[in-house]
Structure formats: structure tokens, C-alpha cells
């Protein structure tokens, strides 16, 4: 199987249009999902699946699949859709990574490659709203309830494809999903690697924490009489490190993103400090031992301060998601043949389409490089030499896959 | 001279009534300055003055002075504005117990004590706006051009005493200025004292600082690859206690109130946090001392973290204004006959109208306890036994000034 690096990057060019950003030497794009940006390049990429030999099929959540004919096929893709103001990479890399694999597969006589762009993964109405249809994880009722900021509801949005979508696929078609994407972080930028493949898509926890202390005069209040609801909320986060010493690995995080003070004034003492407490790890063993020393720091604190410290979940827990172990041995295998000593094995810290099938099929991922580790922005950016040799490791991994 | 705890009590509840809160058992007031209920307060208080003998007469910025007969007096009083919804006690004590004083002096033969309510303490338009006037630290041109919340300018304000108000007086006339006040803070309710004599107004002195690290995805960038504006501000916060440990005393505080994190978003670590930093002292030195162990705890963190870290000052440092020693003195033995073992010698950490008088004469200044430490807020009050020492206290050392 050979994959052609020119026709794979003048393809992914060509997509980086539908929205492209004008500006001189930007790269940049503006293609969220369902709007005529992204259309048109849902029907641009009809075309080059019909060219392929692929048989388009878009399903009632403007999934778009490019069926390998034969009854079983591996779904190889990402997404098209862009965040507001996103990159040119972010899901489009897998799209175009998956067109050229299914292209080479069906040059080289097989094995069958599917490619599918999965619609609407950066959450205008959700997240992960098309592969959450799919895999029945969001039912169509409640998709039906979504609302995008701009007042779109999801019904308005599924009307603008009445005309192109038709009928569900049986995820028992594919038999498995291999999705390629950049990182989205640093790591193998700041190792100076190529390919990273992805042992698993970390679990998430989140806790909203409230600090109650007492409101006070910043003059009057002597500090010994103080209960400072900001003071404790600093404490808990300079603490939460050696909490965690005997827990977490170099791949755990933890971030306070966001904190309000009541009443948030530069002369009164703050009486109540909410924040955001939110951890990931691929191992849901070790996130519960981090929530075990999260609310045990909180109750100490509430001890030592006086003040009442509350907590609750903010969102459903997302379970830790392992890839299939065949996946990530021909991943592994083939990185080792295309880019020996330059890659590694790495959990995926954000969310992918992959998360919501790993239930229905074996899953696998790999990553390549974000320099700077940016996404999200138009800087996002990945050498041209790193998306190729991501093709070739897909291709290798494939023809092992058989 | 004796001051009559039944006619003095009387007074200050009718006081009250000028905007008090309908609401049962509450002791709220709404008494804005130059609202209806002020001003209407204000008539009602030139009227006991006239029946007390001393002169009415409002300034240009609506202080409102009850004039002893003869070229000299000593000044006496505070203020009857009030917050939005406010204490009945905050400013009112002072100037009820300044005519309870005027008259019993009067009553006594002697000496003469002239009393004043000044305008907008509580700063609909400023801070301190009617004493700041007075005092020539506020011109008249600059107050033309504050505007209150609600859109009400100082000129509109003034209109509506015009047909009251008369020409400013010379404070010269005056031989000093004595104001009681509520402590507003919780030292001497929770020492079960009944008087605190101040011994100055702590200076202020705030800065506004600025962390600058990098915004990243919460899930893709590894601790150790961070620099997250959030964990820097709060080892800042944490820091500062010891930073502190060889400089300051009990009655030395400092608050951050106010915090913003950018982006501000669960998922995305911090990368700019801004936050006020405000420090109190009676002493200018360790005023001094404490910004500088600020500045280095400051460079020594961005060394540390890699963060750039910015400060520059909000607002012009208020210098700390020592209360006269003679009338400290008086305060004191008077204190000491009255109440003896149950009053202290304290600072001011709020400000009041009598820091702007302190370059014009000899001022002094008396606290009496609020309970649980609380004001601005309906909840505000005292017992009438400590309001009734405070007065007794006044009076005696207003006969030891002469």
C-alpha cells in the first residue's frame, strides 16, 4: 500500500478553503458544523469519496460516510467541523489521512478502508454531538433540545441536510475505527517526535468547590478574626500537589480554571470563593484515589479554617477509554518501521469521536505533533513532513491489520 | 456636663426614621445623600440645633454645622448619609451624640461645642465627598464632575440644596474636631469592650497585579509543561503571610478581594490572572517595608515560574493621619474614669471624615463596639449601654479640652 504524500496534502489544502481565513499567510479556518462552510465541504468531500470508489452516505446527524464496497470495511476518519475560529488540522488531518489510506488500500487491491467525517465533534450544539448519535450515547430526542449559543436549535440544523442525509449505518459494518489526529498538546513537539499512538482517551472528573468564610471590612478586620474565602480557596491549590504525591503519574492533570469571589470587591474580605476542581488520568483507580484526597484536603481545610467548604459534581464522570490492544500493536509496530526511536506510547488528554465507539468496535488512535502544542486558534500548525509520516504509520498499521 | 442618655436615645431613633426600613424589627435605613430622606433628615436636624442655641448653617457641598454662639469652638460630629441600605448608627451616632454634647455643654455653661453632619461619607459621588470639599482636598471644579451609579451628577445634587445653602465656613473657627463612630469592626465586641480611643487612621496602599502565563488545554498539557497564571497567584497569596512574618503587627492587614482569570473556563488553564492586593497600616515605614517584601515575593515568583508578573498601582496611597496626642490623652483619662478596664487604644482601619480635617486642627476621634464586627448592612447596631458610655466618655473629655 502506498499512500501519496502530494495528492494527501493537496487534498487537505484543498479542504482548508471551505472557510479558510483570508487573511495573508493565515491558516486558520471558520467551519462550524452546519454552516455553508461546512456543507460545502461535506460535499466537496462526497465527491473525492465517489472519485475514491466509495459510496457516500450521509446519516440523519450529517455523519458522512465513504462506504468501501463489500459488506465489512475499517472506518478510518475525524471530523471536518472547526471550532469558531480553529485550525486547518483539528479533525480535517484524519478526514483527508483516512481518504488517502482507503485510496492506497483500494490501488493495492485491500484490505477495505471506510472514511467517515463525523459532524459537529467541536460542539456547537454539544460535543461530540454526530459520533454521540451514532454510537446511541445522546438519543435523537434529546439532540432535538439542543440549542447552539447563536439560538440554532439542532432541528433547524439536521433541516439544512433533509436533502442529502439518508438512514443510520449499522455500526456492525466496520470492524474497527482508526482515527488520526494532532495532539493538541506539547509532548511530542517538546520531544521532537513524530507519532505518538494513543493508548487511551483519559477519564474526566470535575467538582464545582464552594468556600463559605465571612464577609468582612478590609480595613476593620483584624487577620486573626478573618475567615477569607479566597485565602483557604489558595490554600487548597498550592496543597493539592503533595495531596497528590503518592498518586498521580506525569501523565495526571488537574486544573482550577475558573474562580469567583463574593462580592469580589478589592476592599471587602471575600466571604464565599467558588471554583472549578477538574482531573484527568487514564486510570479510573488512580482518579478515584484523587478524589479520595481531593475531598479529604477539603474537609482538613474546612477543619483548620473555620469554614465551610462544600462540593459537588458538576458533570457526569467520563470513564477512562482504553484503545483495543491489536490497534495499538499495529500502530506501535508500524511506528517502529516508519519512524523508529520517534515516537511513543501516550495517553489522549482532550476528546475524540474515537471515545463514543470504542464500545461498538475495536478502537485505535495516533497522534502527530502540535507545534508549540497549540490548538483551537488559527496558529494551530503541524509540520508537513510529521502529517506524512503519519499516513505512512497509518498504512503500515493497516496492511497489518489486514 | 451632663449629657442625658433618655433625650440622646430619643434623638438618635427619630433620626433613624428619616429612611428607616418598614420591615418588623429591622433597623435598616436608606438614607442616601441629597436623597429626599436626607435631606429631610437634615431639616429635621437644623431644627434641633436652633432649639439646642447653636446656628444652622449648610456649606456649598451640603455639611450641614449646628454653630456655638462666640468666635471659637470646638467641632463635633460625623455624618447622617447613609449606604443604599445601611447601619441607623454608621455616621448618625456621631452626630446625635455631638448635639447630646452641644447641649449639655451649653446646659453646663461651657465650653462652646459646635456640631456638623457632612455630606456623603458614604461616597454616592466620592468618598468623603462633603468633608473632602470642605477640607480643599476635593475642588469644586473636580466634584462638578462626579457622577453617582445612577446617573445623578454632583451639579444636579447641589441644585437641590441651593435655597439652603450659604458660603463655606473657616475651619479656623474651630478648635479642633472630635467624632464618634462605630468601630465597624469586630475588635471591641469581641474583647467585651465598651470604647475604643483611636490613636490614628491607617494609611492604604493597593496595587493591581497581573500574572501572564500560558493559556493550554486542561487535558493535553502536562503539569510539568504548564505555567498556570491561577497555581502562581495563589503561591503569591500563600507566600505573603511569611513574607510578612518580620514586619507586620496584629493590626497590620492586607486582602486580595478581587481575582479574574483569563480565559475563565473550566478546560483551558489560566493564562493571565489579575488581582488586587490592598495593605493597611498605622505606620507609613511599615507601610514601606510591606510593599517591598510585596515586590520581591513578586520578582522571586516569576523567577521561579516563568510567568512575566506585572503590578503598577491602582489608586493614590492614602497616608496614615495620626489623631492629635492632647485629644487622645483626653479620650484616654476620660475613658479610663468612665470605663475603666473595659476601653483600648486602637487604630482606624476605615476611613473618616475626620482624616480630612486632620491637617486643619487638632483632631481626635472615639469608637464604640458593633456587634459581631458588621456594617453597610441593615444588621448594623450596638447596644444602647456602649452608645450611652460613648457619650458619657465624650463628655468628659470634652470638659477636660475645654
Redesign the interface.
Known amino acids: 500500500m502506498t499512500p501519496h504524500a502530494d495528492r494527501f496534502l493537496a487534498d487537505l489544502h484543498t479542504l482548508r478553503a471551505f472557510g479558510g481565513d483570508d487573511a495573508p499567510g493565515s491558516k486558520g479556518v471558520r467551519r462550524r458544523a452546519f454552516t455553508e462552510a461546512d456543507l460545502a465541504a461535506r460535499d466537496w468531500l462526497a465527491e473525492q469519496f465517489r472519485d475514491a470508489g466509495l459510496t457516500p452516505h450521509m446519516d440523519p446527524a450529517g455523519n458522512l460516510f465513504g462506504l468501501a464496497p463489500g459488506d465489512r470495511s475499517l472506518l478510518m476518519g475525524s471530523h471536518s467541523d472547526t471550532q469558531p475560529e480553529g485550525g486547518w488540522l483539528d479533525g480535517a488531518y484524519g478526514v483527508i489521512a483516512a481518504l488517502e489510506i482507503a485510496r492506497a488500500a483500494q490501488e493495492a487491491g485491500g484490505p477495505p478502508v471506510s472514511v467517515v467525517s463525523f459532524q459537529d465533534e467541536e460542539g456547537r450544539f454539544g460535543a461530540l454531538t454526530g459520533s454521540s448519535l451514532w454510537s446511541g450515547k445522546l438519543s435523537e430526542a434529546d439532540a432535538d433540545k439542543l440549542v447552539a449559543t447563536d439560538g440554532t436549535t439542532w432541528p433547524e440544523a439536521r433541516a439544512r441536510i433533509s436533502d442529502r442525509a439518508g438512514d443510520w449505518l449499522d455500526p456492525a459494518r466496520f470492524t474497527g475505527f482508526l482515527e488520526a489526529h494532532i495532539?493538541?498538546?506539547?509532548?511530542l513537539d517538546?520531544a521532537g517526535e513524530a507519532v505518538g499512538v494513543v493508548t487511551g482517551i483519559?477519564g474526566?472528573r470535575?467538582i464545582q468547590v464552594e468556600v463559605h468564610g465571612q464577609q468582612?471590612?478590609?480595613?476593620?478586620?483584624?487577620?486573626?478574626?478573618r475567615r477569607?474565602a479566597?485565602?483557604v480557596?489558595?490554600?487548597i491549590?498550592?496543597a493539592l500537589p503533595d495531596r497528590f504525591a503518592n498518586i498521580v503519574t506525569?501523565?495526571?492533570?488537574?486544573?482550577?480554571?475558573?474562580?469567583r469571589?463574593h462580592p469580589?470587591?478589592?476592599?471587602?474580605?471575600?466571604g464565599r470563593a467558588e471554583f472549578?476542581l477538574?482531573w484527568?488520568d487514564i486510570d479510573a483507580d488512580r482518579l478515584d484515589r484523587m478524589e479520595g484526597a481531593i475531598a479529604q484536603l477539603l474537609r482538613d481545610m474546612g477543619d483548620e479554617t473555620g469554614c465551610e467548604i462544600t462540593w459537588g459534581k458538576?458533570r457526569h464522570d467520563l470513564a477512562p477509554m482504553p484503545m483495543d490492544a491489536g490497534m495499538q500493536a499495529a500502530l506501535s509496530a508500524a511506528a517502529d518501521e516508519v519512524a523508529p526511536g520517534r515516537w511513543r506510547a501516550m495517553p489522549?488528554?482532550?476528546?475524540h469521536d474515537a471515545s463514543n465507539l470504542a464500545g461498538l468496535m475495536p478502537v485505535g488512535m495516533l497522534f502527530v505533533p502540535s507545534i508549540n502544542?497549540v490548538?483551537?486558534t488559527f496558529e494551530e500548525d503541524t509540520g508537513e513532513d510529521d502529517l506524512v509520516t503519519g499516513v505512512e504509520v497509518l498504512a503500515r498499521a493497516v496492511e497489518r491489520l489486514g
Chains 1, 2 share one sequence.
Open positions: 495532539e493538541q498538546g506539547p509532548v517538546a483519559v474526566l470535575q468582612n471590612h478590609a480595613g476593620t478586620t483584624p487577620m486573626a478574626m477569607d479566597f485565602t480557596a489558595a490554600r491549590t498550592t506525569p501523565q495526571s492533570v488537574w486544573t482550577i480554571g475558573h474562580i469571589l469580589g470587591a478589592q476592599s471587602v474580605v471575600p472549578s477538574q484527568r458538576l489522549s488528554g482532550a476528546l502544542g490548538s483551537h
